[in-house]
């Protein structure tokens, strides 16, 4: 199985700072036929199902402010934040879909410092 | 609107058995594979089970393999988890997911979940 660890565990950051998360998975999740890494980003509020941010590593999902973006290839990624808003606390999910079972990093629980 | 909703959660002694179902309306349902991923108690997510979209091609967990069973009804537009032989373990929210494209396995969206708590 690939084993998917985030870091940090949580962190608090001031309203307008960047906030940056890493992933890391224990084997390559890039895929080379098509030069896409199968690791998805995903936002859970308190009391809400998750939602999807990015896929592929670095395509925001839809309705996602662009102020989230996703980078990295290989087995090490990163979510930032660029500019820390109220609205975006929560605990954020990474989650490789290379191969089956699709694992999830513990979360990172994101705070207003 | 895609809309997914999980029902047949509840309170279940260990060793017994519950059937979860998912409703989905808004898409095109046959065309997607689909799947369960649970939530304990204030832990993180857990991808339980997919079911490819023709339903010949299914995935567990290990944790529930043997146990679960996963199936769908294109008909009913409905997706199904039944669950025996549960254990304490088993206790969390169980939600429905649909992936952002098919034959991907991110999901693009999810249900409001289903709540199964196994005590005695």
């Known amino acids: 199985d690939i084993v998917v660890t985030q870091s940090p565990d949580s962190l608090a950051v001031s309203l307008g700072e960047r906030a940056t998360i890493n992933c890391k998975s224990s084997?390559?999740?890039?895929?080379?036929?098509?030069?896409?890494?199968?690791l998805a980003w995903y936002q859970q509020k308190p009391g809400q199902p998750p939602k999807l941010l990015i896929y592929w590593a670095s395509t925001r999902e839809s309705g996602v402010p662009d102020r989230f973006s996703g980078s990295g290839s290989g087995t090490d990624f990163t979510l930032t934040i660029s500019s820390l808003q109220a609205e975006d606390v929560a605990v954020y999910y990474c989650q490789q879909n290379y191969n089956t079972p699709w694992t999830f990093g513990q979360g990172t629980k994101v705070e207003i410092k | 609107e895609v809309q997914l909703l999980e029902s047949g959660g509840g309170l279940v002694q260990p060793g017994g058995s519950l059937r979860l179902s998912c409703a989905a309306s808004g898409f095109t349902f046959s065309n997607y594979a689909m799947n369960w991923v649970r939530q304990a108690p204030g832990k993180g997510l857990e991808w339980v089970s997919s079911?490819?979209?023709?339903?010949?091609?299914?995935n567990y967990a290990d944790s529930v393999k043997g146990r679960f069973t996963i199936s769908r009804d294109d008909s009913k537009n409905s997706l199904y988890l039944q669950m025996n032989s549960l254990r304490a373990e088993d206790t969390a929210v169980y939600y429905c997911?649909?992936?952002?494209?098919?034959?991907?396995?991110?999901?693009?969206?999810w249900g409001q979940g289903t709540l199964v708590t196994v005590s005695s």
């Open positions: 079911i490819n979209y023709s339903g010949d091609i299914t």
């Open positions: 997911a649909k992936p952002r494209h098919t034959g991907s396995y991110y999901f693009d969206y």
């Open positions: 084997q390559s999740v890039l895929y080379s036929s098509n030069n896409n890494n199968y």
